[in-house]
C-alpha cells in the first residue's frame, strides 16, 4: 500500500464546476498535511496547508479527518487556471521535515 | 528577490560521466532537500539537510551524492553509478510554520542520458 494515495484523474470539468480531490495516508504518526499545486513541466507551489478544523483559502477549502486518515480539497466556481495535478503531501515528522508525496490528481478544466 | 534558484535548467549526461546540479536559496531555510520526479509519479526524496555540514540519506540516495558548506547551498551530484538518472530533479528549503515544516521549491533541472 502507497503511504499516500489519491483519488486517480484524470478530472475533466466544466469551468464553474464544483470538484473534489480525496487522499489517504497509512502513517498515523503524520503530522501536517499539505496540498500543492503543479503545473505541467513545472515545480509544486504550495496551495494551502491543512488544519485540523479544516481551512478554506478563497475558492478552496481543505478538510482533514485524522480518525480515517483522510484528506481532501474541494474547489469550488472552477476557473480554466485551475487546471493542473494537484499533489497531497503528508508529513510525518515535524522535525526531519521530511514529506511525502501523492501521485498526484490531473485536473482540467474545459470552457 | 528571495527565492529558491537551481541551474542549470537542462543538462546532458554522457555515460559514465558525474554531473552536479546546483541549489541555492537566500531565504535564510535550514532545511533542504532534494527529490527526484519521474513522469507521472510523485516525488521521490533522494537526500535532505536540516543543518550546515550534516545531510541524510532519503528514500533513493543510491547513486547520489550531496554536501552542505553552506546554509545557502546544497549541491546535488548524479553519479555514473545512478543508472536511470533522466528526470526531473527538484530541490526544496524548509521553514517551520503553524502547519509544520512548508517546504518551497525551486524551478527544478531536467536531466537527460545521451
Known amino acids: 500500500r502507497k503511504e499516500v494515495e489519491q483519488d486517480p484523474g484524470p478530472f475533466n470539468v466544466p469551468e464553474g464546476a464544483t470538484v473534489a480531490f480525496n487522499c489517504t495516508y497509512s502513517?498515523?504518526?503524520?503530522?501536517?498535511f499539505f496540498w500543492y499545486r503543479q503545473d505541467c513541466r513545472k515545480e509544486p507551489k504550495l496551495l494551502m496547508s491543512?488544519?485540523?478544523s479544516g481551512n478554506e483559502d478563497g475558492r478552496f477549502t481543505a478538510q482533514l479527518n485524522r480518525a480515517s486518515q483522510y484528506i481532501s480539497l474541494l474547489i469550488r466556481d472552477s476557473k480554466l487556471s485551475d487546471s493542473a495535478t494537484y499533489l497531497c503531501?503528508?508529513?510525518?515528522?515535524?522535525?526531519?521535515?521530511?514529506?511525502?508525496f501523492g501521485q498526484g490528481t490531473e485536473l482540467s478544466v474545459k470552457p | 528577490d528571495g527565492g529558491i534558484t537551481q541551474s542549470p535548467k537542462y543538462l546532458f549526461r554522457k555515460e559514465g560521466q558525474n554531473v552536479t546540479l546546483s541549489c541555492e536559496q537566500n531565504?535564510?531555510?535550514?532545511?533542504m532537500y532534494w527529490y527526484r520526479q519521474d513522469p507521472g509519479q510523485g516525488l521521490r526524496l533522494i537526500y535532505y539537510?536540516?543543518?550546515?555540514?550534516?545531510?541524510q540519506k532519503g528514500d533513493i540516495a543510491e547513486g547520489y551524492s550531496v554536501s552542505r558548506e553552506k546554509k545557502e547551498s546544497f549541491p546535488l551530484t548524479v553519479t555514473s553509478a545512478q543508472k536511470n538518472p533522466t528526470a526531473f530533479y527538484l530541490c526544496?528549503?524548509?521553514?517551520?510554520?503553524?502547519?509544520?515544516?512548508?517546504?518551497?521549491f525551486g524551478p527544478g533541472t531536467r536531466l537527460l542520458v545521451l
Open positions: 531565504l535564510n531555510h535550514d532545511a
Open positions: 526544496a528549503s524548509a521553514t517551520v510554520g503553524a502547519g509544520g515544516r512548508t517546504q518551497y
Open positions: 491543512v488544519y485540523s
Open positions: 503531501v503528508v508529513n510525518i515528522d515535524n522535525q526531519g521535515g521530511k514529506l511525502i
Open positions: 539537510s536540516q543543518i550546515v555540514n550534516d545531510f
Open positions: 502513517n498515523s504518526a503524520s503530522q501536517s
